[in-house]
């Protein structure tokens, strides 16, 4: 789901002020935030298909059906626990503690996402990725450079993502595939406006922690923001697009 880089600074509107200087240090800021994301959504792929290829580690997180054992539910919860450790020790950890955390967090994820290798071709899981990835870079770019301010969408979306978390939630004892379907539907629709609205506040955001020592910190924040938008993005577009194996 979302994730806000700072209470105290999610709100900031800014101007961008016309500097040349401002605006390489902004074009080298994001350019940081995409290489974090990039590299994480890298790490999480590579540990989903070692462990998924390997089947005595597998078997270590997953039974023959593929349910999680003790460890796998481990793996599969330590994620939240993480988010919420970097969101609320955030001023108190060092940049290279919140990188440990990140890579940390990305690699707990591909443990995770290491069973849809047993539910769906491989090439439908990479086509899948290759549209995951064509649309995210056109909906950040959008996000990027339209002048257009999204807060107002932003507090729509998020919004509709808790109220689809909590359909999931209580599809759970439903099971009801039409409500799941929405849910997929609405999932798609929502971390795609999700992308564009948090590359547009992590843009303005530049402009308030420019110079200080917070920008690294925040950099890599912003990175898990865009992350978490990418794999949420491509699980939903997966329940679309996966031929089941």
């Known amino acids: 789901m979302a994730n806000n880089v700072d209470p105290r600074l999610a709100a900031f509107r800014a101007q961008a002020p016309a500097d040349a200087g401002y ?18 959504v890298l790490l999480t792929g590579i540990v989903a298909l070692l462990v998924y290829s390997t089947p005595s580690l597998f078997s270590v997180f997953f039974n023959e059906i593929g349910r999680p054992t003790i ?10 626990a993480i988010i919420l450790g970097m969101n609320f020790g955030l001023n108190r950890m060092s940049e290279t503690t919140l990188k440990g955390l990140f890579w940390g967090f990305a690699a707990l994820m591909g443990v995770s996402m290491s069973t849809i290798f047993a539910r769906y071709t491989g090439a439908s899981i990479a086509e899948t990725f290759f549209v995951t990835a064509a649309s995210f870079a056109g909906l950040s770019l959008y996000g990027y450079t339209t002048k257009r301010d999204l807060s107002a969408m932003g507090r729509f979306l998020i919004m509709g993502l808790i ?3 909590i359909a999931s939630l209580a599809n759970i004892f439903i099971q009801s595939s039409g409500l799941q379907l929405a849910v997929n539907i609405l999932g798609v629709l929502i971390f795609a406006g999700l992308t564009a609205y948090d590359t547009q506040r992590l843009r303005e955001l530049y402009y308030q922690v420019a110079g200080s020592d917070f ?12 992350y978490l938008n990418f794999i949420n993005l491509f699980q939903f577009l997966l329940s679309f697009m996966g031929n089941r194996d």
Not at 24 to 32: E, H, I, P, Q, T
Not at 71 to 80: E, F, K, Q, T, V
Not at 215 to 226: D, E, N, S, V
């Open 23 to 40: 605006d390489a240090g902004l074009r080298k800021y994001m350019l940081g935030i995409y290489n974090y994301m990039a590299s994480g």
């Open 71 to 80: 460890l796998g539910w481990a793996a599969m919860l330590s994620p939240l």
């Open 163 to 165: 109220g689809i978390i």
């Open 215 to 226: 920008a690294g910190k925040a950099a890599i924040m912003g990175a898990l923001t865009l």
